[in-house]
Every structure is written in C-alpha cells, then in structure tokens.
C-alpha cells in the first residue's frame, strides 16, 4: 500500500469518530447521566418522561439502565449524576455514607407473587408475603428467583430473611440471572413462583401461564427515590443538572403524567405518584 | 418454532412499514460498526504487513499475542474501554462514555487483532520466493508491501469481513460503553437483549433476523468485490 | 586478448548460517556481454551466491557495479533496478501475463506507453503474445516460465541472473524455452550469469563456467577450460573427462558428414551444419578408442566405421578404478577410458605414440557459437 493511504485513511475515521461526538464535548454540562434500573426502564415511563424533560430543559440525559446495584456503584464512583432507584435499605447507606445530596420520593408501584394456577403451595388470596414465602418452603414448590442485585431481587431476599428461610441451595429455588420479563417466562415455563413488579406482569400477562396469588401486602411496595449525586464527592458530577431532574420529576405535572402512565395500554395504573407524602406513610 | 414464525413476521412489518425506530437503530449499527471496520481495516492490514514481512526476535511471541488477541473476549474489552473513559478515569476528559464513538473505539479495539491476525497468516502463505522476486525486480519497501497485500488481495478481504462479523454481531462491549441509549447509542444487539430481558421475545428475533440481513447484505458486498478480482 | 570488462564483481563474499560458512567465494567477476554458468551438485552454494550477487540477501563483502561500490557508492535500489532475477518457479501474480510482464516496469515507474512498447517485445521473444490477457493461474509450466522471463527480459535488464529457470520443466517444453531465451541472450547481448546443475545446458549456453561445492568455487574459467583442465579431482568428477573442442565447419562428406577443424586437425562429425560456422565439439572418453598403429604409420586405413582416426600421444594416464583414464595430446587435448586390460595390452605410458579413433556420431556437437 502507498505508504500515506492508511494513514490518511486512519486519520480520516478517526477525524470523523471525534466530530461525531464533539457536540457531546462542547456541551459536558448539557449532558445528564442518569442511572436507574432495568425494571425502571422496561416499563416505558421513561420513554415518556426523559423527552419531555430534555425538551423542557434543552438537557440531553444519557439513560443508562443497569441492575440497582451497579447503579447505586455508579453513584458512589460519581460515574452518574442523578439515580432513580427503588432499593430504600441500600439507598439509605448510600445516605449516610455521604454519596448522595438530595434523596426524594418519586412514586411507588408494588410487587406482587405470581404461580401456577395449579397453585400446589396453597398460597392464593394470603395477605402476608412472608406468610406466603413460607408455605412455598415448605412444599418445596418451584421458586424462580432473578439472583441478580437487582431492586426486585433485594425485595424478594428480604421477604426470605423475614421468614427466617434460606432457599439458596435448595433444588426447588433456581436463580435465573435474568432481566424480570425473563425470568416471568422461565417460570411461566417451568409453572413456578416468583416475585414480580406488577408492571412487567401486565405487560406480559397475555403471553403468560401465570396467575397472581398474592398481592397488597405493605411488604410488597415498590418504592422509587431521585438521588443526586453529591458533587464535593466527586466534583465532575453535573449537579445542576442532577437538581433539574430530581425537580422535574416530583414536580405536580410530572407526577400526574407518572400517575396516568399505562392506563390506557394495560387497564391499570403502573406508577402511584408520591412527590409529597412520606415514605412511612405509603401503603395505609 | 411458533415464536420464530412471529419473530419473521414482525422482523419483515418492520422492515416494510420502515418503523423508524428500528431504522434508525439498524443505521446506527451499520455506522458503528462499519466505521470500526474500517479502523481497525486499516490498522490490522498495515500492522499485519509490517509483522509478517519484517524479520525480528520475537516475531513469534508477537504472532502469538496477535492470534490470542483474535479471541479477546469483547465483554472484556468493553470492561477495559469503560475503565478508561470514565470520568474518573485517564480518558475521563473527553466525556467520551456512553457514546456512540466509543462503541466504535471498542469495536475498533475487538476487531483490530482479528482482521491483523488473519493477514499475517495471509500474508506469511504467500510463497516464500515471492518476496526475493519482488525485490528482484527492483521494488522499494512500500512498493514491496503494496504488490504482496494486492497479491493476498482474497485472505484480506476474508480478514475484512472477519472483522466485521465480529463487531457486528457484539453486544457485551457495546453496552458497556455505549448505554443502550434510545435513539443514541442503541443498536440492534443491545436492543435485542433489551427486548429479550423484556421478554418480548418476538421483537427480539425479528431484531435479530434484520440483524442477520443486515450483516448478510454487507458481505454480499465485500463477497462480490473478492470474488470480482479474479481475473479471468 | 584482454578480458572484457567486469560488470559486476564481488570481492570476499561469505554468508554465514548456522554457525557454518553456506558461501565463501573470495572473488568473481562478471564480464560484459558474457554467459556465465555456476554448475555444482545441490547444497554448492550457487544460489546462495547468485541472491547475494542480487543483493538480495544479507552476506558479509563488497560487491561492485562497474567499479562503484555497491551500497556506499551505487545505491542498493539502483544496483537491483539494473539487474532482472529468473528463478525455478514462475512466481507469477495473481493477474494477466501482460500485467506480470509489465511488473517491473511499473515498479520503475515507467508511462503507459513505454510499458506497452518493452513488454510486446518481450513478449514477443518468447512467442506467447497471443497468452497476453490470460490469467497467470491458467498458465502451463511452461507457458508461467515463458511469462517469467519476458518479465525479467522487459526492463532491459544490464545483468540476467538465472537461477535453475528450465529445471522445472519436462524435457518437451524445456527445448524450446532454451533455444528462445538463448536467442534472446544472443540478439540483446545481455551480461547473464545462469545457476544450474546440468552440465550439458551450461556448455551449450555458457561462456565461462564456475564450478562449486561447499560454498567455494573450485574453477571458473572457459568451458573449455574447466572441461579440458579441471583443477582438481572434484572438478573432475563432477565435469567428467569429457573433451570439449572448438572449431570451425569447413566442409562436408556426403550429406550427413560435416568436416571441422580443430587445432588444425581434420574431425568429422555427424550432422548437417553450415560452412563456416565456428562450432564446440564435446567427445565422451568411453567413445575415444586406441590401437597399436599399424606399422608405424601415423595414420590407419579406412577398414573401420569409426572416420576419425588420427595419431595421438599419450600424456597422462590415471588409474580411475574400474577403468584407466589416459589424457592424450592429437594436436588437441583429447581422453579416453579404457579398461585395465587394454591397457596391459597396448602399453599404455606417458609418452607412448598410439592410434586415436572415435566415430563421428560420437562428437556432439554441442553448439554453435
């Protein structure tokens, strides 16, 4: 090859690699990175909610939706700006270990305990999730869990500890590792429990030989918080923009948008908006 | 079977209809990975030639970390590249993360010991003599580069399309540095595992169906410009 | 007569592989419009010296292009842009024969027109400028060497080096190939410097004629020369005793008879050859017989088939084993093998006087010159 082709050839990709993204570059601080989790974005209400913000407020808001977990390490290592997350015991030692500068309700949705309509566990109609663990225990009922960090996945370990079991290990509880649409199916499959967020059930309800066995439980609510991320931590966090969302997205209009959001698709509200309440006083 | 039978169905409304979603994620799958090829196209060939003609101690241990390279898990590479463009890492200043440039850097990263691998060995099967008689007939260095790459013009283009094949079809990588941002970073991979962790299985195959079609089409190309080399 | 000048000439060449020497050839030379034949059984070295002639390979030495030093004084690029390189396979392209031919022009840079211009002659030398749009990959064996060398021929080359270019080839298309690249040696008067193992294709092309093994050379010199006069057992070996002579066609006996003079000598051949055409005459020892002449006289009668029958004297005689080497001067250098026996029988010694006969279809003419 002529000597001076791939390198003009190189150089050129790369010029165009750089100038693709340059508007990025100029702009850092219209640049939001928001973390929040794969349930959070699999329901479609951020579909709705991130345009409008960024049209209102000429922000572009980089998504990122990863297990509850790793978004909350994404906070503490001040790769993103703002959390959506619904993990209340990990959000709150992220509090207090200082990583967080504003934490504010947003909304709530609940899970609920889906099975087999066979239902060998005996568990339909319980008003106790714990209750409800218990018996599948001890009937040895297959349980799919999605053994993945996720805030579903502390829920669901957190209802074990509550009943004083330890399923891991034993052959009728199987981690999947699996998103919640996912591991919905391998359980529709193998005609299993699991533990749901009643969002991801509706949407995939039709499709599922699933029934829903117990719900209502306080134990069951599915609390969302807006975290900003605190900047003295680490001082290339976009805080301002970080304070725009959390504002947006507990403001009045916004969270009558959140409460509206999956009436008219699945028949049922996903999201119950709670910008003023207070998080000991849901599910009274 | 029912559900691949869906899967086609939804994979040719889509194409059909043009939904622009979709469209605009198969565009940017074929940008992404397209310009990476070339990238690493570039890299890979004049790198692969500079190593299979030069004569060096341990040419073999690098011939080695090359073909080890073919096979770098891209899961890791996007592991790496995140590491490096986080804002708390050395690359941090460019702001580059959650990009569609840098998926295109990890892809370029992923496919750059693959096509470099493969045109070593394109290039050390030539026969041996070749190179004493392109000397001989009185070619400079580069000149000599030049006529022995044109000469293993069929190995390279496999190379090409090699190295396509595997950025085209990643998906660990791309997530990683990309986000999976709708309407910026998405492309038909991370939006297929999306839709499959949705279960929405049938708009996952019929993303991967247009994937395959996608991919099937720009091989057709390079295919036909390979085989059209030959002369008669 | 002065000796033509050196085109090429490479002092205190050695190439070192393995700890051991492959090539240590203290001096050679290259002479303008000359044909020079490195010969040697395999593992001699000759191609090893040839590439390093070529300066294609690394070797320890000075090589110098006309008198100027190549490397310090004559750029590498230059000395191999003046050279064209011949090898045993066709290393052809992936592209049409007109293409391949026009290689090295291209390499030099040369327009369209000129290209065009260098490889139809080229081409034409070697009769395949009907092949011109084929692809390389459809070629035979020899139409592919054909290509090679009209390769090498087009750049007009001031050195042709040939290493082994027709050993591949069957005996049917190598005839051919030979006779053409011959002439087009000849009619371009191209300084060649030709690798090869058979001894009957460097007698019939060479003009002078190197012999080596083990990386050295043992004897370079006029075929003749080497022929007539190896310097040492090895040479010897590898030559065989066989005479080479020259001279020059002055008549004919019949129609199949033709008459040369040798040294002044009268030898008759088989074969319809011109007269006046200089001619070189090789005659294996195993064909050259004695006898007691009769009666003293120094020329026989015709009572055998064999027509040359000439008086000679015995010189040398050499015990080879099975058979007795005699060296004979008949006003030219002349061997013959005889068995132990006869030469019990015939007295055989230095200085004996004995009858000298060889048939005429036993004197080969090998070329003319």
Not at chain 1, 105 to 126: S, Y
């Amino acid at each position: 090859m002529n000597r001076n082709r791939p390198l003009l050839l190189l150089a050129v990709a790369l010029a165009a690699c750089l100038a693709w993204s340059a508007p990025e570059y100029a702009a850092a601080e219209r640049n939001i990175i928001l973390a929040t989790t794969t349930s959070t974005q699999d329901s479609g209400l951020l579909d709705v909610l991130i345009p409008a913000f960024e049209k209102k407020t000429g922000y572009f808001v980089k998504t990122i939706a990863v297990g509850s977990g790793q978004a909350m390490a994404m906070g503490r290592k001040g790769e993103a700006d703002v959390l959506l997350v619904h993990s209340p015991e990990a959000e709150r030692v992220f509090m207090a270990e200082g990583f967080g500068t504003g934490r504010r309700l947003v909304m709530h949705n609940d899970f609920i305990i889906v099975g087999p309509a066979a239902d060998r566990a005996g568990i339909a109609g319980m008003k106790s999730a714990v209750g409800a663990f218990r018996k599948i225990a001890a009937s040895q009922a297959l349980f799919m869990s999605r053994g993945d960090s996720s805030g579903t996945d502390a829920k669901e370990k957190a209802i074990w500890r509550a009943a004083g079991i330890k399923p891991e290990g034993q052959k009728w509880y199987q981690e999947t590792g699996l998103g919640m649409g996912q591991t919905l199916n391998v359980a529709s499959e193998k005609q299993g429990y699991t533990l749901s967020d009643r969002g991801t059930y509706l949407a995939l309800k039709k499709r599922l030989d699933l029934t829903i066995q117990v719900q209502g439980d306080r134990g069951l609510l599915n609390i969302y918080h807006v975290i900003e991320v605190n900047p003295e931590k680490w001082p290339k966090v976009n805080a301002a923009g970080a304070k725009a969302f959390a504002a947006f997205v507990t403001a009045p209009d916004t969270q009558a948008v959140i409460g509206a959001f999956g009436v008219d698709k699945l028949g049922s509200h996903l999201f119950f908006p709670d910008a003023e309440k207070r998080e000991e006083d849901l599910g009274r | 079977m029912e559900l691949i039978l869906d899967g086609l169905r939804k994979a040719f409304w889509l194409l059909v209809t043009m939904d622009p979603e979709v469209f605009g994620i198969t565009l940017l799958s074929l940008k992404v990975s397209g310009l990476a090829t070339l990238i690493s196209t570039v890299v890979g060939i004049s790198l692969g030639a500079l190593v299979a003609l030069a004569r060096f101690p341990g040419k073999r241990i690098v011939v080695g970390l090359v073909n080890t390279g073919m096979g770098l898990p891209p899961v890791v590479v996007g592991l790496f590249v995140s590491i490096l463009l986080w804002r708390s890492g050395p690359l941090g200043f460019l702001g580059m993360l959650y990009t569609p440039a840098a998926m295109v850097v990890a892809q370029a990263v992923i496919a750059t010991p693959i096509v470099m691998g493969i045109s070593i060995a394109a290039l050390q099967q030539l026969p041996q003599k070749l190179t004493l008689q392109v000397l001989a007939l009185g070619a400079t260095k580069p000149q000599l580069a030049r006529i022995l790459t044109k000469e293993a013009r069929l190995p390279l283009l496999a190379a090409v399309m090699a190295g396509f094949g595997g950025v085209i079809s990643e998906v660990g990588a791309s997530i990683m540095v990309g986000g999976n941002i709708k309407g910026y970073s998405r492309v038909l991979t991370t939006a297929t595992v999306m839709e499959t962790g949705r279960g929405n299985f049938e708009t996952a195959i019929a993303l991967g169906v247009i994937l395959l079609l996608l991919a099937y089409a720009v091989n057709l190309v390079l295919t036909h410009i390979q085989q059209r080399e030959r002369p008669r | 007569m002065s000796a033509p000048a050196a085109v090429i000439e490479g002092k205190g060449l050695s190439v070192e592989r393995g700890g051991a020497l492959t090539l240590d050839v203290p001096y050679i030379d290259v002479r303008e419009g000359e044909v020079l034949s490195l010969i040697g059984p395999n593992g001699a070295g000759k191609t090893t010296l040839l590439q390093t002639v070529a300066h294609l390979v690394p070797f320890a030495g000075e090589i110098f292009f006309r008198g100027r030093r190549v490397g310090s004084d004559y750029p590498v690029l230059a000395y191999r842009r003046s050279l064209a390189m011949v090898f045993q396979e066709p290393l052809l392209f992936d592209a049409t024969v007109f293409e391949n031919a026009a290689s090295g022009l291209k390499i030099r840079g040369l327009k369209k027109a000129a290209i065009r211009e260098a490889v139809t002659e080229a081409l034409g030398r070697f009769g395949i400028m009907g092949l011109k749009d084929r692809s390389a990959r459809s070629l035979s064996g020899g139409e592919a060497q054909r290509t090679s060398l009209a390769r090498a021929f087009a750049v007009r080359p001031e050195v042709m080096l040939l290493d082994e270019p027709f050993s591949s080839l069957d005996p049917m298309s190598r005839e051919p190939l030979i006779e053409d690249m011959e002439a087009a040696v000849r009619t371009t008067g191209t300084t060649t410097v030709l690798v090869t193992h058979d001894l009957m294709e460097a007698l019939r092309l060479s003009d002078r004629i190197a012999v080596m093994y083990g990386g050295r050379i043992l004897q370079a010199g006029p075929a003749e020369e080497v022929m007539n006069a190896p310097a040492d057992e090895f040479v010897a070996s590898f030559v065989g005793a066989g005479t080479l002579l020259k001279g020059q066609v002055n008549g004919a006996k019949g129609d199949d008879v033709a008459v040369i003079t040798v040294a002044g000598r009268q030898i008759e051949a088989a074969g319809r050859i011109a007269r006046g055409e200089r001619v070189t005459l090789y005659i294996r020892p195993e064909n050259v017989t004695l006898s007691i002449p009769d009666g003293g006289a120094a020329e026989g009668p015709q009572v055998t088939s064999a027509r040359n029958v000439i008086p000679g004297v015995v010189t040398r005689v050499a015990s080879m084993g099975f058979y007795q080497k005699v060296s004979l001067d008949c006003g030219f250098p002349l061997v013959s093998y005889i068995t132990g026996e006869s030469r019990e029988a015939l007295s055989v010694a230095e200085g004996r006087r004995l009858t000298v006969s060889f048939k005429a279809t036993a004197v080969h003419v090998i070329k003319k010159s």
